[in-house]
């Protein structure tokens, strides 16, 4: 009898823990989700600070989407491949930004400068085909859709850039420093599961995320927004 009883309250106490345990990463997994955004946010913040280095106002009025991928970390040696981790999100039929989708960026030679560990990416999609690619689940840039490196500051006009046909246009942000950057080969993916944790649903797609009816996303994912909204009109006003 005695043996009974220890063995429920030793399975009791276990499914307690395992419990907790679950719990417990539960909410380190959605605190690293808020922190990706914070970070996001500070990228878009800073780069409102930056009139002559930053995306021209007449690229982000054609964007269909803009993609914030900080601190992307060189993994190799010389020439080899890079992995972060960023947030997506989609200009709705209302002109307004939808809620963000977690995605991952990895690839081989981004085209960064030697020696450089460490650097913020930004993604600006202007066609609706190369959205639909990574809403589908992946997108190859250069291979499923076009890339280029995109120009910088405000001095860059349409009126001059009229032949930029590429369907994704990307910067990279190292040492202070924004500039286009090549990201030839890079793949962008849909961070399932952190998009699971964040919104508290298990398998949400990337297309139940962005859909014009979805509910609002938690505070961390509007600031995101907010700054994406303020980026885009004060360059715009500035320019």
């Given at each position: 009898m005695r043996t009974?009883?220890?063995?429920?309250?030793?399975?009791?106490?276990?499914?307690?823990?395992?419990?907790?345990?679950?719990?417990?990463?539960?909410?380190?997994?959605?605190?690293?989700?808020?922190?990706?955004?914070?970070?996001?946010?500070?990228?878009?913040?800073?780069?409102?600070?930056?009139?002559?280095?930053?995306?021209?106002?007449?690229?982000?009025?054609?964007?269909?989407?803009?993609?914030?991928?900080?601190?992307?970390?060189?993994?190799?040696?010389?020439?080899?491949?890079?992995?972060?981790?960023?947030?997506?999100?989609?200009?709705?039929?209302?002109?307004?930004?939808?809620?963000?989708?977690?995605v991952n960026l990895t690839g081989?030679?981004?085209?960064?400068?030697?020696?450089?560990?460490?650097?913020d990416v930004v993604l600006v999609f202007t066609s609706r085909q190369s959205i639909e690619g990574i809403v589908g689940g992946k997108v190859t840039l250069g291979a499923d859709a076009s890339v280029a490196a995109g120009p910088v500051g405000r001095q860059s006009s349409a009126a001059t850039d009229v032949g930029l046909t590429a369907q994704v246009y990307s910067y990279s942000r190292a040492s202070g420093l924004f500039a286009g950057v090549a990201l030839d080969g890079s793949a962008m993916t849909i961070d399932h599961k952190s998009n699971e944790s964040f919104y508290g649903r298990p398998g949400v797609l990337a297309s139940d995320i962005i859909r014009a009816d979805a509910p609002p996303a938690p505070p961390p994912a509007t600031e995101f927004i907010a700054a994406l909204r303020r980026s885009t009109t004060g360059v715009a006003a500035s320019a």
């Open positions: 009974q009883n220890f063995s429920r309250r030793f399975l009791s106490n276990l499914v307690i823990g395992l419990i907790a345990c679950a719990f417990s990463v539960a909410a380190v997994a959605a605190e690293r989700q808020d922190t990706r955004l914070s970070t996001s946010t500070r990228v878009l913040t800073e780069l409102m600070m930056m009139p002559e280095q930053n995306i021209p106002a007449w690229l982000l009025d054609r964007a269909h989407a803009v993609a914030v991928v900080p601190a992307v970390i060189k993994v190799g040696l010389g020439v080899g491949g890079r992995r972060g981790k960023g947030v997506l999100v989609v200009r709705k039929d209302t002109g307004e930004w939808s809620n963000p989708v977690f081989g030679s981004f085209g960064f400068q030697v020696g450089v560990q460490s650097t």
